[in-house]
């Protein structure tokens, strides 16, 4: 019998729901997975959707994660402030095999000094951000630099575990999950990136992400004090 796979997500209020359910849905079909979601106590966690996760375990007694996954959202900014959830991340990190983001989850990785000289991504509009965690601004839907893997901004997170999916259990496994769940995007509109979006729909989320910019910034320098 082979060994489980132990896929650890980790949990913070205010968590993009996405950034979670979608890498949750895929790489729960890994062949073996066992999947953990892991906080800092058992109370349901808000995210930032209506929607409530329940934890499986806490960070004290959460086994060690063969992959280990943090979702983004605006509830990193408290997340890379819980000196908690920065321990059970150090430590989970030493022993995985790979280390992983979705959207702005990458910062967590980045304050507990996992992305330092590392190719890394993240949403769109927090990009440039990377360098103060010291990380290679990389944009692309995912990134991969060693066992390191990040995925951009939300919905990238679906093709960074179908990327992560394919060197784990194989291409033709993630190809036939992804018949199965019959993921083949054909959005409506094609704004779904800075490049595409007209000028004046850009310049409003781009404003829109800019007012909380500069707090951001700060969050990040005293935690890589």
Not at 96 to 108: D, E, H, L, R
Not at 174 to 184: F, N, S, T, V, W
Request: one cysteine or more; charged letters at 20%; a negative charge.
């Amino acid at each position: 019998m082979s060994k489980p796979i132990h896929v650890v997500f980790v949990l913070f209020p205010n968590v993009t729901q996405l950034d979670f359910t979608g890498p949750l849905q895929v790489l729960s079909r890994l062949p073996g997975a066992e999947v953990h979601l892991a906080a800092r106590d058992m109370r349901p966690v808000e995210t930032d959707a209506v929607l409530t996760l329940n934890p499986t375990c806490t960070f004290t007694d959460c086994p060690q994660a063969d992959v280990l996954c943090v979702p983004g959202g605006f509830g990193v900014d408290g997340a890379v402030k819980d000196a908690a959830l920065m321990r059970f991340v150090k430590a989970q990190a030493e022993h995985a095999q790979y280390i992983t983001s979705v959207c702005t989850g990458a910062f967590v990785l980045g304050a507990a000094g996992l992305l330092q000289g590392r190719r890394a991504t993240t949403h769109w509009a927090y990009h440039d951000l990377l360098a103060l965690v010291s990380a290679e601004p990389v944009k692309a839907r995912v990134v991969r630099d060693g066992n390191i893997f990040t995925g951009g901004g939300v919905t990238a997170g679906i093709d960074f575990a179908f990327t992560l999916m394919a060197e784990i259990a194989g291409e033709e496994h993630a190809r036939k999950i992804q018949l199965g769940l019959e993921y083949d995007p054909a959005p409506p509109f094609d704004a779904g990136a800075p490049e595409k979006a007209s000028p004046e729909i850009h310049g409003a989320m781009k404003g829109f992400y800019d007012a909380r910019a500069d707090e951001f910034r700060e969050i990040l320098r005293r935690s890589m004090a």
